[in-house]
Every structure is written in C-alpha cells, then in structure tokens.
C-alpha cells in the first residue's frame, strides 16, 4: 500500500518550524512498514530548508520515504498534467477527524487492514458498543 505520512504533529511533537521530539514509536513503526513492503511518502507543508531537515531527521533514524511531497520520486511539478493531489491508499496525520491514534493502532490498521472503528470495536467488544443508545446530533 502507499501511505502518506505528515511530519509535524505525526511523527514528531508540532514545534515547527523546530523539530519537535519523536512521538512515541513512530519511526520504529514507520521501519516496519517499510520493511513490510509499503511505499511511504512524506507529504508535509514544510518546503525548502525546512522539509530538507525533517527528510534528514528521519534518514537519521533509518527511516527512507519512497517519495517527499509527491506521488512517486521521478516526479516534478513541471509537467502540465502535475497535479499537487497525490494517490495513496491512506493519509497518517494528526489533523484526521478524531486526532492521531498511537502508532500501535496505526500498524493494525495498516498490516490486518481494518478501520479505527473496527479496532476499537474489538478492544471495547461489539455489544458493549451495541448496547450503549446512539445519540442523534442532527436537528431533524
């Protein structure tokens, strides 16, 4: 699978344009991932200087993305039919609706192939979820 992987905020703690400090095992799962076969594209706002030392902050920690800021390593922004949307099969940022799950729940969901919904429903057992009364947050 080819997954893109924010910088600020996923990997490290948001301190940018510093680097922040590691979150807890996001490298060592982003080397299992790696390792497991998966394209990794680091797709971050950060640009120039600032994206050349978050690459060489990860390259440090025996982390090498497939591609930065692109579908695939040979591409270039010159093409008329460039188009800045990349094609992935899964996005990793803390901005996700919910926030950013640990890094432990993110390799199940990538390696068995389930949805967060689907994880949490198996940690928290189905009719207990089941049995709790949905709310309606509509008006209608």
């Known amino acids: 699978m080819?997954?893109?992987?924010?910088?600020d905020g996923t990997i490290v703690?948001?301190?940018?344009?510093?680097?922040?400090?590691?979150?807890?095992f996001a490298t060592d799962?982003?080397?299992?991932?790696?390792?497991?076969?998966?394209?990794?594209?680091?797709?971050?706002?950060?640009?120039g200087k600032l994206l050349d030392e978050a690459v060489e902050w990860c390259r440090e920690r025996g982390v090498e993305f497939y591609a930065v800021n692109k579908d695939y390593p040979e591409e270039s922004g010159d093409d008329k039919n460039?188009?800045?949307k990349i094609k992935v099969g899964m996005f990793i940022d803390d901005r996700n609706v919910g926030g950013l799950p640990d890094w432990g729940i993110i390799y199940k969901m990538v390696t068995e192939k389930k949805s967060y919904r689907d994880i949490l429903l198996e940690e928290?057992?189905?009719?207990?979820y089941d049995a709790k009364p949905k709310r309606k947050w509509f008006p209608w």
């Open 2 to 7: 080819t997954i893109a992987v924010d910088f």
């Open 13 to 24: 703690e948001h301190r940018y344009p510093e680097i922040g400090r590691e979150i807890p």
């Open 82 to 84: 460039y188009s800045r």
């Open 124 to 128: 928290l057992g189905k009719e207990e």
């Open 29 to 47: 799962t982003l080397k299992m991932l790696i390792k497991e076969g998966h394209r990794l594209i680091l797709w971050s706002v950060r640009e």
